[in-house]
């Protein structure tokens, strides 16, 4: 291995309470809300194809006119009360809002900007309220911090003189200053999802990163930071020289899953997801798919089955109300949670061979293994291979715990026989395992 000063400082997973916390929430829901709800993907008649809040980028909207966005930004339809109560009734565990995306505006009233939510009409912070509303609702708040800050005057995509080095190290006075007056103003928020970490002029102070994550742990222990952060001295991002994963959980999945277990190298990650391709901000006009309420609940149950959080993002209206299908989402996601949560809170790896007809998952440290079916097969059997060791004590399907008597079909394979092969949504069965020999067939009936 390379001698690294600033690269991973641990070797595995936190196993601490707040991530312990983490760990076991499971399905977040990330807000992007700030000036870019204004233009929404539109300007002067023309649409902005690319994702909404990245516009002021977009050669036909005139810098300085995004800029001054700021004295429009009045949410009269601002409730946090009530977003909270859609993201608890869509059964969201923790929430990640923007209180600066990479335009720099501040939805707090930052002492250490002028571009915030204070020189808006509205002039009120947005995000105490919000954080009170969700922490009453019982969700947790982690708050969303990009680093590339297209309105400081000292930032600075790259180093390339001596001015550009005084101005990056303004820069990271400020960033420190407002990271520490996050934390001052909202002591209930449980962690930072640092975002636009690319630049070089990031990338090649890894020692800041390092440093960075370092002063925020001491200043508000246990908070959980992703591996967007950091960068270690060689410039290496997310894994560190020696391949080691830096932060608290690997952040590299935006709008993309892992395939396989052997894709997470046993670490802890999170997968965050737009409803539209790529859209984050709130755009007028979503172009191409909108992902329903059953692909939603996949990619929610193929993380927990491979050991990761699920992020779904909503990006509210300038006015501070949501869209239409952004609110049927929330709540058919909802129905399916308030029946079967019980199988994705807590929900680990359960280290059962992958089969065709959906995903497995295993309650944190129980012998309780669900299975999440999607793909019902035309047999209406579903085959279970037990791993080694491991006895089958019962099997019952979530919805109406009816029981149900699997086949020994040879060694320690079974079919589960579905009495109903029809399916609207993903259907969860529930085993009851013990750890034993699985030495011989039908150990089922006699455990019965
Ligand atoms: C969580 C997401 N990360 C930001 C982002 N900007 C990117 C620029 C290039 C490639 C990927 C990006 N993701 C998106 O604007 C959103 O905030």
Redesign the pocket.
């Known amino acids: 291995t390379i001698a690294l000063k600033h690269g991973a400082h641990r070797m595995g997973n936190r196993t601490d309470a707040d991530m312990v916390r983490w760990r076991s929430l499971r399905f977040g829901q ?1 807000i ?1 809300w700030g000036l870019y709800a204004i233009p929404a993907g539109e300007w002067n008649g023309k649409t902005y194809n690319g ?1 909404a ?2 516009i002021r980028s977009w050669k036909e909207m005139p810098h300085k006119a995004y800029d001054q966005l700021y004295r429009q930004f009045n949410p009269v339809n601002f409730n946090p009360q009530q977003w909270a109560a859609q993201a608890k009734a869509m059964g969201a565990k923790y929430m990640i809002i ?1 209180t600066k ?2 335009d720099g505006f501040c939805l707090w009233p930052s002492k250490y900007s002028k571009y915030t939510i204070a020189a808006s009409p509205w002039k009120k912070d947005l995000l105490g309220p919000m954080i009170d509303a969700y922490n009453k609702a019982g969700i947790d708040v982690h708050l ?1 911090f ?1 680093i590339i800050d297209w309105n400081h005057p000292d930032y600075r995509a790259s180093l390339k003189n001596a001015a550009d080095s005084a101005a990056g190290k303004r820069f990271q006075v400020f960033v420190k200053n407002q990271l520490a007056e996050l934390l001052q103003r909202y002591p209930t928020i449980k962690g930072f999802w640092f ?2 970490t ?1 630049d070089d002029s990031w990338k090649n102070d890894g020692a800041f990163s390092d440093e960075l994550e370092q002063y925020l742990q001491a200043l508000h222990p246990g908070l959980v930071m992703g591996s967007r952060l950091r960068a270690d001295e060689k410039g290496a991002r997310h894994f560190d020289s020696n391949g080691r994963l830096m932060g608290d959980y690997e952040q590299g999945w ?1 709008r993309k899953l892992p395939a396989t277990i052997a894709d997470v190298h046993g670490n802890d990650w999170e997968a ?1 997801m737009t409803v539209p391709e790529n859209q ?2 709130y755009h007028a006009k979503w172009m191409g798919h909108v992902k329903t309420v059953n692909e939603i609940l996949e990619m929610l149950v193929k993380s927990v089955s491979l050991n990761g959080n699920f992020v779904l ?1 909503f990006g509210p209206k300038a006015d501070g109300t949501y869209r239409a299908e952004e609110q049927q989402l929330a709540a058919g996601i909802g129905e399916w949670m308030k029946v079967n949560g019980a199988a994705v809170y807590d929900g680990t790896y359960a280290g059962f061979e992958k089969q065709d007809w959906g995903y497995y998952i295993r309650k944190s440290g129980t012998d309780s293994v669900y299975m999440v079916v999607f793909n019902m097969p035309v047999s209406g059997s579903l085959r279970v291979k037990l791993p080694a060791r491991t006895e089958l004590t019962g099997v019952s399907m979530m919805q109406g715990n009816v029981a149900l008597a699997p086949e020994w079909i040879g060694r320690n394979e079974y079919f589960i026989h579905l009495p109903n092969k029809q399916q609207e949504s993903p259907m969860v069965i529930l085993l009851k395992t013990v750890k034993g020999e699985n030495k011989d067939k039908g150990n089922v009936e006699k455990a019965r």
Do not use: I, P
């Open positions: 990330f992007h994702a809040e990245w923007t995306h990479h969303y990009s975002d636009g690319w935006e965050v984050w901000g993002n």
